[in-house]
T-cell receptor, first 112, second 112 residues
Framework: DAGITQSPRHKVTETGTPVTLRCHQTENHRYMYWYRQDPGHGLRLIHYSYGVKDTDKGEVSDGYSVSRSKTEDFLLTLESATSSQTSVYFC???????????FGQGTRLTVV | DAKTTQPTSMDCAEGRAANLPCNHSTISGNEYVYWYRQIHSQGPQYIIHGLKNNETNEMASLIITEDRKSSTLILPHATLRDTAVYYCIVRVLYNQGGKLIFGQGTELSVKP
């Protein structure tokens, strides 16, 4: 398995609180991605990174911010969590732009 | 990136070949066809990809029609562990950030 770890794996938080999810990789891969998965919508890209401090928006970026201060970590932050952000979040990594992507095991976030 | 159309669900008997179709009638000449699968609650897993020639690896075969408007993923001897959602994705190999945009996929049920 690719060296990719998501933390926490499960989290319950209250509406309005800030939340940060972490994706950590040991593969020294350049590209990293955050997706969310909801019933009826499949996987949707939130943000992605193509290098340290280089990030861009995906399909559903509103309400989310990301940071990548070092190659191995890609952080996803919900500044003020809402119930609509209850979802399963997946991180993915890719070494080269033309190679396969590897996905983490997911983080289940519940906003109450 | 071109959009894809897949059947919502399919059944297959254990030990038989599973043939999963994908329509991508608007595919461009520089777009590749990728297949990923997602076993319940896990992160998606890469299976195979191709441009115009048929491809085979240890997991599956990919058959792309001559006009490239459709393709079929073949699992030659399906097992119960192949029960998953299968995603067909088309993308430019060197698109910005190497993004993968997922559709709804096909839910394959392998039955004893």
């Amino acid at each position: 398995d690719a060296g990719i770890t998501q933390s926490p794996r499960h989290k319950v938080t209250e509406t309005g609180t800030p939340v940060t999810l972490r994706c950590h990789q040991t593969e020294n891969h350049r590209y990293m991605y955050w997706y969310r998965q909801d019933p009826g919508h499949g996987l949707r890209l939130i943000h992605y990174s193509y290098g340290v401090k280089d990030t861009d928006k995906g399909e559903v970026s509103d309400g989310y911010s990301v940071s990548r201060s070092k190659t191995e970590d890609f952080l996803l932050t919900l500044e003020s969590a809402t119930s609509s952000q209850t979802s399963v979040y997946f991180c993915a990594i890719r070494g080269q732009i033309n190679t396969e992507a590897f996905f983490g095991q997911g983080t289940r976030l519940t906003v109450v | 990136d071109a959009k894809t159309t897949q059947p919502t669900s399919m059944d297959c008997a254990e030990g038989r070949a599973a043939n999963l179709p994908c329509n991508h009638s608007t595919i461009s000449g520089n777009e590749y066809v990728y297949w990923y699968r997602q076993i319940h609650s896990q992160g998606p897993q890469y299976i195979i990809h191709g441009l115009k020639n048929n491809e085979t690896n240890e997991m599956a075969s990919l058959i792309i029609t001559e006009d490239r408007k459709s393709s079929t993923l073949i699992l030659p001897h399906a097992t119960l562990r192949d029960t998953a959602v299968y995603y067909c994705i088309v993308r430019v190999l060197y698109n910005q950030g190497g993004k993968l945009i997922f559709g709804q996929g096909t839910e394959l049920s392998v039955k004893p």
